[in-house]
């Protein structure tokens, strides 16, 4: 499987549209980043984690499920680095593939020492926008599609039956 953990404040802090909401709210930026990573995740089928510290939201450490996301809020005391490192540790094995998105350059040596890929918050920003685009094109391409029906009928019948659907007769 397939598992993509996410640096979640270091997202936020590199895409234009989450720093603009963090300006006014670091909770919708959370947000936001959650709704993005949900339609990441059900168009790849990825197992999708994203890790936000406790800088922000201090507390005990605290896991919650969102339209099939994984959110991890760490101990006060842990870094997202430090616990991206054991999430990682835990799930890379021969079965799973672990990326791991971020831009902190320290955090991606370690995690390419523990066998995990990198993302890069620009590269993952692309193929966002790439999903989007190619969920734009899926959509337009069934719009295009008529309907088949289920008796197939000459054409003239299935005109006169649009008359009267239509009440032209």
Same mark, same amino acid.
């Given at each position: 499987m397939n598992v993509l953990v996410v640096d979640g404040y270091?997202?936020?802090g590199a895409w234009d549209e989450l720093k603009r909401i963090k300006q006014s709210s670091i909770g919708q930026a959370r947000?936001?980043?959650?709704e993005l990573l949900a339609e990441y995740q059900a168009y790849t089928g990825m197992r999708v984690i994203v890790v936000f510290d406790a800088y922000y939201v201090k507390g005990i450490e605290s896991k919650l499920k969102e339209y099939q996301v994984e959110i991890i809020y760490t101990k006060e005391k842990e870094t997202a680095d430090e616990c991206i490192e054991r999430i990682v540790k835990g799930l890379k094995n021969v079965i799973n593939q672990v990326y791991v998105a971020t831009s902190d350059y320290a955090e991606q $040596?370690?995690?390419?020492s523990r066998g995990a890929l990198r993302i890069s918050a620009r590269e993952l920003y692309i193929e966002l926008?790439?999903?989007? $685009? +190619?969920? +734009? *094109? *899926?959509? +337009? *391409?069934?719009k295009k599609v008529k309907p088949q029906t289920k008796i197939p009928l000459d054409e003239h019948v299935l005109e006169k039956f649009e008359k009267w659907r239509r009440g032209d007769t």
């Amino acid at each position: 499987m397939n598992v993509l953990v996410v640096d979640g404040y270091n997202i936020i802090g590199a895409w234009d549209e989450l720093k603009r909401i963090k300006q006014s709210s670091i909770g919708q930026a959370r947000d936001r980043l959650i709704e993005l990573l949900a339609e990441y995740q059900a168009y790849t089928g990825m197992r999708v984690i994203v890790v936000f510290d406790a800088y922000y939201v201090k507390g005990i450490e605290s896991k919650l499920k969102e339209y099939q996301v994984e959110i991890i809020y760490t101990k006060e005391k842990e870094t997202a680095d430090e616990c991206i490192e054991r999430i990682v540790k835990g799930l890379k094995n021969v079965i799973n593939q672990v990326y791991v998105a971020t831009s902190d350059y320290a955090e991606q $040596r370690t995690i390419f020492s523990r066998g995990a890929l990198r993302i890069s918050a620009r590269e993952l920003y692309i193929e966002l926008k790439d999903i989007d $685009r +190619e969920i +734009e *094109q *899926q959509v +337009e *391409q069934h719009k295009k599609v008529k309907p088949q029906t289920k008796i197939p009928l000459d054409e003239h019948v299935l005109e006169k039956f649009e008359k009267w659907r239509r009440g032209d007769t």
